[in-house]
């Protein structure tokens, strides 16, 4: 594997995972030794984040970095690196306890992400109270791209099925299964011919269809078990847990060497890079140093794409961090990139509909969101999309449908917010009006039963009257009293 | 250094809607060349009318409504529109038939409901059918097909151009003696006289399954079809289903009594079926839109046209099927929106 050279600076954002920042935990001046934690998980849904080399921190400053969808404003430590020579061979060690929910908080104070792309906090996934009966180890790459994964498994393959057994006793699962695509033959040979070594019977190994995007975590869980992540929930609430292969051999190195994780490896690609390949690079370097290490980018380069080709956003320049969740930096060149053009109505040839992996009709979405209509959005599935650009890609049309529908998802959204606002605003109203007629209805209530009573006999009225003054006396005396 | 921004995917689209376009136009070569071979070159002058027409006209209206024409016209959409309205008119036509044809279906059929993709109901068949309704004489004269003597295959593309504009022919031809009825015409006035199958299929007009110069257009029209399926253009299901969809009823009823009912051979070969089933039901605009719904779709628009033929007014009645089944198309795929991932 390629490793990158310690940068001169390292930009390390403590909002790298899905959930609240880390905190700093140094400041301004301090020096930080590699695997040092800078970063500590602010709750239970956070993780920790640590130096990825020795040096001085220069700052804790806000910055745009890239995040899972979008490039978002965070706060970063700024380290300017010691010397080479300086650099420890590895980093700082941590321990690992033998106690199992001792392991979850150790995962998460080593700053254990997914490293898929979605960077969801892998100890939340690993202690879920819900039962988990199957672990699927996702090594079919999410993305044309992208070979991180198939790379990490041929070069650590037994580290990877380590990992899986760590994450098998975390969850108490039966089974795990690795996803591998069909044609990354040296992966399945390395990860089949581990699996052999270490001879433990809970691990199959299956080959997938490489077919984008076998690789989406819930179109892996159809192609493997036959069965469907219900509409809105997530694989545990049907006892499957997927994860990263590239997360396990994390954990693995975590639980054997004691590492946090300070590196990653990047896939580099595309047509407008001299020369392409996957890279070990420390989190917080650069993606300029990345493309100049893959000897820069030809004078053909059009784009710059963090991620895939299919999911990933464009980014406006290289000057932004590696984060644990790039898996991926395309420089696609002028003939792959494309800039959108000429737009034609909507055909409804349906080529949408049979790409679509949910079973959509993207073509009627299209319509529903023109007309804002927002019930038909939702019978349409729209909150099912899970933009994997498919559509995209097979629209004759040229029409720009996944963007369409991510639109329309935050319109849909807010529209629902406003609805429920509404809907809490008539409760309160109706609510309003039934306490106002509630008491009216008891005041007339009273009202009749005086009338009822004064009606009854002379007696009892000149009693009321008489009662009546009384009280009226005795209030006015005190008025003048307390004159 | 600055990069352009683009929202995701961040890839070429494998195809285009013109690209589209331009292989069902060459989807139909095969055909048209057949046709000019059977019945002459009358449909040369119809493809030019009715294509210049339909493309003026799209122009036109893109006009009036303050909209750039060029895209309009750069998509192709007019031109198979006017392909199409040619191969189902007769070949030997005053211009003003192909196009007042041409016409009605992009003004009427198209633009009117907002233009390409917009549209309920194909534009090549409401163009034909106001034509059909509003001409009915014209429309029935039909050239007798090469081999039945009775061939305008002495005519060239020059008379063919005279007759479509001014309406001559040359000394020695009159138009009773060029045109016929077709086979379909011969068939239903037959049954109608109550006469056999047997007894009216007879003479070079019935030679084949279904007539020999719509026999071999019909094929050629079907390898086009063929083609366009190959390339992934058109889907499987409508074709398949319209074919089913006539062919099952034309061969229980054939089997139940071959003397009142056609084989189901001369079903499948004469008429519009296989331009209809290739290329017609299959304009994907004006068709269901799900691959349960195509399937209702293409078998209605099957045994309408087997329906309308045996027991309606017309001796053909594909486009009639077609716009019946467009006007279904709403509630088709209403009811057969497929079960989204995860939904029971």
């Not at chain 2, 409504?65 to 895209?71: A, I, K, V």
Request: with cysteine.
């Amino acid at each position: 594997m390629n490793k990158l050279p310690m940068p001169e600076q390292l930009v390390i954002p403590m909002a790298q995972h899905a959930g609240p920042p880390a905190a700093p935990t140094v400041s301004t001046g301090d020096h930080v030794t590699c695997g040092q934690m800078i970063g500590r998980a602010a709750d239970p849904g956070s993780v920790a984040v640590h130096a990825s080399g020795s040096g001085i921190v220069t700052g804790i400053d806000q910055r745009l970095v890239p995040a899972g969808s979008g490039l978002i404003r965070s706060l970063c430590a700024i380290i300017a690196t010691d010397p080479p020579e300086r650099q420890p061979e590895s980093p700082q060690c941590l321990d690992w306890p033998e106690d199992v929910s001792a392991q979850l908080e150790a995962i998460r104070d080593a700053g254990m992400t997914g490293l898929g792309g979605a960077a969801f906090p892998t100890a939340t996934k690993l202690g879920s109270e819900r039962r988990c009966e199957i672990l699927i180890l996702n090594g079919a790459e999410c993305e044309p791209y992208i070979s991180c994964d198939d790379m990490l498994m041929r070069e650590h393959a037994a580290s990877v099925l380590q990992g899986a057994a760590i994450m098998l006793e975390l969850l108490q699962a039966e089974r795990c299964i690795v996803a591998i695509e069909r044609d990354k033959s040296m992966a399945l040979e390395a990860i089949t011919a581990a699996a052999q070594t270490q001879g433990d019977n809970r691990v199959i190994v299956v080959a997938v269809p490489t077919v984008y995007p076998a690789g989406g975590e819930r179109q892996l869980v159809e192609s493997l078990l036959g069965v469907e992540v219900p509409s809105g929930r997530y694989p545990i609430d049907i006892g499957v847990v997927c994860q990263n292969v590239g997360t396990a051999h994390a954990l693995a190195e975590l639980a054997t060497a004691g590492r946090p994780l300070v590196t990653r490896i990047v896939t580099m690609t595309g047509h407008g890079l001299l020369e392409p390949q996957n890279v070990e690079a420390p989190i917080g370097a650069p993606i300029s140093n990345l493309i100049a290490h893959c000897g820069g980018l030809t004078p053909d380069a059009a784009q710059l794409i963090l991620g895939g080709n299919m999911m990933g956003y464009a980014l406006p320049s290289d000057d932004f961090p590696v984060t644990k969740s790039t898996n991926c930096v395309i420089a696609l060149g002028s003939s792959e990139a494309w800039m959108g053009g000429e737009e034609w109505p909507c055909i409804r040839c349906g080529e949408c509909a049979s790409a679509c992996p949910a079973r959509l009709l993207p073509q009627e979405l299209l319509l529903a969101g023109r007309a804002d209509r927002f019930e038909a959005m939702q019978t349409l599935g729209l909150e099912d999309c899970i933009e994997c650009g498919c559509c995209d890609l097979v629209c004759p049309s040229h029409i720009p449908l996944t963007s369409r529908l991510r639109t329309m998802k935050t319109k849909l959204a807010s529209y629902r917010e406003h609805e429920a606002i509404a809907a809490a605003a008539q409760t309160r109203y109706a609510e309003h009006i039934a306490r106002e007629d509630r008491a009216a209805a008891e005041e007339r209530k009273r009202r009749t039963e005086l009338t009822a009573r004064l009606d009854g006999d002379d007696t009892s009225r000149r009693t009321a009257i008489e009662a009546a003054i009384a009280r009226a006396n005795t209030r006015r005396k005190r008025r003048e009293d307390m004159e | 250094m600055q990069f352009p921004l683009t929202p995701a995917p961040h890839i070429r689209p494998l195809n285009s809607v013109p690209a589209l376009m331009r292989n069902v136009v060459l989807a139909l070569v095969p055909g048209l060349a057949v046709y000019i071979w059977s019945f002459g070159w009358g449909i040369a002058v119809n493809v030019a009318v009715a294509v210049a027409v339909a493309t003026g006209t799209e122009a036109v209206f893109m006009r009036l409504r303050r909209r750039d024409f060029r895209p309009a016209l750069h998509d192709g959409s007019a031109i198979v529109t006017g392909v199409l309205l040619a191969l189902a008119l007769p070949p030997l036509l005053p211009w003003w038939v192909p196009a007042l044809a041409a016409i009605s279906a992009i003004v009427l059929g198209k633009q009117l409901y907002g233009g390409l993709g917009a549209n309920l109901f194909n534009p090549a068949m409401v163009g034909y059918v106001i034509v059909l309704i509003s001409f009915p004489a014209e429309m029935i004269q039909w050239v007798a097909p090469l081999g039945t003597g009775l061939t305008t295959g002495d005519l060239g593309l020059a008379d063919h151009l005279v007759y479509s504009l001014a309406g001559t022919l040359p000394d020695g031809f009159s138009i009773d003696a060029v045109t016929q009825a077709t086979p379909l015409d011969v068939i239903k006035l037959g049954l109608d006289n109550m006469r056999t199958i047997e007894e009216i299929r007879v003479g070079p007009l019935f030679s084949g399954f279904a007539g020999a110069g719509w026999q071999a257009t019909n094929i050629a029209i079907a390898l086009g079809g063929i083609y366009l399926l190959y390339r992934g253009i058109i889907r499987w299901q409508i074709p398949t289903a319209v074919l089913v969809g006539m062919l099952i009823p034309a061969t229980l009823l054939f089997l139940a009594d071959t003397s009142r009912f056609p084989s189901p051979a001369f079903h499948l070969l004469g008429g519009a079926t296989l331009l209809g089933a290739f290329f017609i039901a299959t304009d994907p605009v004006t068709a269901a839109g799900t691959d349960r719904g195509r399937l209702i779709y293409g078998a209605g628009i099957g045994a309408l046209t087997y329906a309308i033929r045996t027991w309606g007014g017309y001796p053909d009645g594909f486009a009639f099927a077609v716009l019946l089944m467009n006007a279904s198309v709403p509630i088709i795929d209403r009811y057969t929106q497929p079960r989204i991932y995860g939904h029971d």
